[in-house]
Structure formats: C-alpha cells, structure tokens
C-alpha cells in the first residue's frame, strides 16, 4: 500500500456526537447519569459549547449542533460503538428509563445492541462473551 507507513492510524482520540443546541443538560442525564460517562474539563483555549466525557479509555465529545435556521436531525446511520462490560443490566435500565433500545445480532461472540440518546442519536453498545 502505498503512502501506508505515513497514515498509520494507532488509536481514536476522540468520538463527536452532535447533540441539539441548548439541550446540554438532556445529554448529562443520559451520557453521564445513565451510560456512566464523567464530565472532563475542556482546555481553556476550546470554547465550543458542549462537553468532553470520559470513561476509561474512551473520549467522547458532544458538540451542540448550532446551525442558525436548520432543525437538527441526527444521522440515521452513523454511530459509535462501544464495548461494554453490563449488556444485560445497562439494557433492563433503559427500559426503565424509557429510552428506545433494541437487541441486535451480533457478530459471533458478541452481545450486541443500541440504544438511542434523547436526540435520536443510535449508540452501539457490544458485550464479548
């Protein structure tokens, strides 16, 4: 391949999930009450609205979508997934809370689904067995 030595990709730094403009505190509930994310301080010079999370080794942004006279619509295909080590639990809780999930065949080896945040955005969540 060429030009592969220079564009070796090691890991993610970050995933961005766009999220409606003044509906920041939405997201808190369901990214860090409810998926166990905690709130990071963004550095001083990124002065975007939203949030940065975290949660082990997973970075994630959440960026209000704010585009003066278009209604946001969140992508019908795009989504993070992530691993999670509760598929069972975490699935039982968002029945409870409300949220739309849906148990999805995995591939081979996985428990496999998603959850959508209140914004329409598909979360994927994956348990190895």
Request: net charge negative.
């Amino acid at each position: 391949m060429e030009g592969a030595a220079f564009n070796m990709i090691s890991s993610f730094d970050h995933v961005q999930v766009s999220i409606e403009p003044g509906r920041l505190d939405d997201a808190l509930a369901f990214y860090v009450d409810f998926l166990g994310f905690a709130r990071v301080p963004k550095p001083a010079d990124m002065r975007q609205s939203g949030a940065w999370l975290t949660s082990g080794t997973v970075n994630l942004h959440l960026g209000e979508d704010i585009n003066p006279g278009v209604t946001f619509t969140p992508s019908p295909h795009a989504h993070p997934a992530m691993r999670v080590d509760n598929f069972d639990a975490l699935f039982a809780q968002a029945e409870t809370k409300g949220f739309k999930a849906r148990v999805d065949k995995g591939p081979a080896g996985f428990k496999r689904g998603s959850i959508w945040d209140p914004f329409g955005n598909r979360i994927e969540l994956m348990q190895k067995l």
